[in-house]
């Protein structure tokens, strides 16, 4: 079972910002390991979009931007297209279970 | 430019094996750590196994452990993925995908390849 915790979906209207948390423990997020995002687009593999709580991958639009705080983190997709809709999920490291977890996956839809 | 590519999916029954590939290009395969993810259909991403760049160092998700073996040949820059004793439970899609670094530090995946799919049923 996934350790970190996303919204199931979230929605917005071309050209709105939206926002995806993650919400992790003391022995992930909370233990000062990085958090790194992806974004699955249907029928296709995991690409990563946010490295490192906050750095974008060379071709990533700046549209995407990621921060980190506590034991949580968010994504965050300004100026939203279509283009965008999409699976997000959120990874991270942990270090009871000695090894990495991913977030349970925030559907993104545009309206 | 980086290409994985995995191999090895297929239908299988309960309690019998399967040994997945990875082949990759594009950069020096003996310098990174790799991992394994799964995907089970329409569910999230699931961690699997991660190896360093040696392969000295192995570690595996508490549900594949001790049924699941990752090893690779830096030789042929290739990828494994021996799966024993499978259960209905580990049908997936099946990515390998490439750390920034060794494999020492934990990081990132990226990039991954396009997946193999293993069903497991009777």
């Known amino acids: 079972q996934s350790v970190l915790t996303q919204p199931p979906s979230v929605s917005g209207a071309p050209g709105q910002r939206v926002t995806i948390s993650c919400t992790g423990s003391s022995s992930n997020i909370g233990a000062a390991y990085d958090v790194h995002w992806y974004q699955q687009l249907p029928g296709t593999a995991p690409k990563l979009l946010i490295s490192?709580?906050?750095n974008r991958p060379s071709g990533v639009p700046d549209r995407f931007s990621g921060s980190k705080s506590g034991t949580s983190a968010s994504l965050a997709i300004t100026g939203l297209q279509a283009e965008d809709e999409a699976d997000y999920y959120c990874q991270s490291y942990d270090s009871s279970l000695s090894g990495y977890v991913f977030g349970t996956g925030t559907k993104v839809t545009v309206l | 430019q980086v290409q994985l590519v995995e191999s090895g999916g297929g239908v299988v029954q309960p309690g019998r094996s399967l040994r997945l590939s990875c082949a990759a290009s594009?950069?020096?395969?003996?310098?990174?750590?790799m991992h394994w993810v799964r995907q089970a259909p329409g569910k999230g991403l699931e961690w699997v196994a991660t190896i360093w760049y040696d392969g000295s160092y192995k570690y595996y998700a508490d549900s594949v452990k001790g049924r699941f073996t990752i090893s690779r040949d830096n030789s042929k820059n290739t990828l494994y993925l021996q799966m024993n004793s499978l259960r209905v439970e580990d049908t997936a899609g099946y990515y390998c995908?490439?750390?920034?670094?060794?494999?020492?530090?934990?990081?990132?995946?990226?990039?991954w390849g396009q997946g193999t799919l293993v069903t497991v049923s009777s």
């Open positions: 995908a490439k750390d920034p670094s060794g494999g020492g530090s934990p990081g990132w995946f990226d990039p």
């Open positions: 594009g950069f020096t395969f003996s310098n990174y750590g």
């Open positions: 490192d709580n906050s």
